[in-house]
């Protein structure tokens, strides 16, 4: 007997049109290794969801990005409906979206994090709110939504009120020189490490995701034995430490500029690593000889309430 599985896509926050490329591809995967799938394109009114979730599904594939999707908020929707869900509960999703806590919890655990501070968005356009480079980033945005890197002496602040439509707190944070990696975890175990090469400046969202702006990604990192094992030991403890369930990515800085000893930071824990045909999981899943039907399936499989 087939499992009745609802994949909630799209939504509404910045990362709509990547959310409904995941929920498509899942969407596929899933029907072709047999699930029956009802797909949802979730819209900014629960009053509308609530009736496409009956007749109820045995599982919810929660295929959303950003707002709503990500921070915990669909999670405590099924909660309420008793309706099992892939990927991190109520609690981990709201702290992984929220950077300030999410880095109290990694200093806490020993995960090392750049210096950060929150600061108003007045006290930036007024002037350098800590020693260059640094970068500035929304508190709960995803996808490097929003993340602006401040770097030379004389670069004005490269964003104005009418430029920044997220908050008026935001985070500054040390810019980390090196290189960008990011792991990939699955249950209790992190799968591989992966090195992202942006073409032009650094690795934002049209980096991610945009046809013109393609990445180079080397999976596995070319690193030292030593310190591949690093990036995973603390991808899974970053993992753990917000109380992750199912898969999640985590990315660092590596910092191997210097003549001492490489050091790995981490940036961000992310609930829902993206399913498109240029997302970082599936192409780490399939170098540990994951495919993507098996690792959808996995996580429908693994799919499960808080409560």
């Not at 009956?54 to 909660?79: I, K, S, T």
């Not at 995803?142 to 030379?152: A, L, M, N, P, Q």
């Not at 930071?265 to 970082?280: A, D, R, Y």
């Amino acid at each position: 007997m087939s499992t009745h599985v609802a994949v909630i896509m799209g939504g509404w926050s910045a990362e709509r049109e990547i959310s409904l490329i995941s929920g498509a591809n899942v969407t596929e995967s899933l029907r072709n290794t047999g699930h029956s799938v009802t797909a949802i394109d979730a819209a900014h009114d629960v009053g509308a969801l609530l009736p496409k979730l009956f007749p109820r599904p045995d599982v919810v594939f929660n295929a959303l990005h950003g707002h709503y999707g990500e921070d915990g908020c669909v999670q405590g929707l099924l909660e309420l409906m008793a309706l099992p869900y892939t990927h991190s509960g109520v609690l981990a999703s709201a702290l992984a979206m929220n950077k300030p806590m999410a880095n109290r919890l990694f200093t806490q655990a020993g995960i090392p994090c750049p210096e950060s501070k929150i600061v108003h968005r007045d006290e930036v356009l007024a002037g350098d709110v800590m020693k260059r480079p640094y970068v500035i980033k929304p508190l709960n945005e995803g996808s490097s939504v929003g993340v602006r890197i401040i770097t030379g002496n004389n670069e004005p602040i490269p964003f104005e009120h009418a430029s920044w439509p997220y908050s008026d707190v935001v985070m500054a944070e040390t810019y980390i020189p090196g290189r960008e990696l990011t792991v990939g975890v699955m249950g209790d175990k992190a799968l591989g490490v992966l090195e992202i090469r942006a073409g032009e400046g650094f690795y934002d969202y049209e980096a991610k995701y945009s046809d013109d702006h393609m990445a180079e990604h080397i999976v596995p990192a070319a690193l030292p034995k030593k310190d591949t094992k690093e990036a995973m030991r603390l991808a899974l403890l970053a993992h753990q430490t917000l109380g992750c369930r199912g898969v999640s990515r985590v990315d660092f800085r590596y910092d191997d500029t210097g003549k001492g000893k490489a050091r790995l930071f981490i940036l961000e824990v992310n609930t829902q690593p993206g399913m498109t045909p240029k997302s970082l999981l599936p192409e780490i899943a399939a170098e540990a000889g994951i495919s993507y039907d098996e690792l959808a399936q996995w996580m429908v499989e693994e799919a499960a309430c808080d409560s």
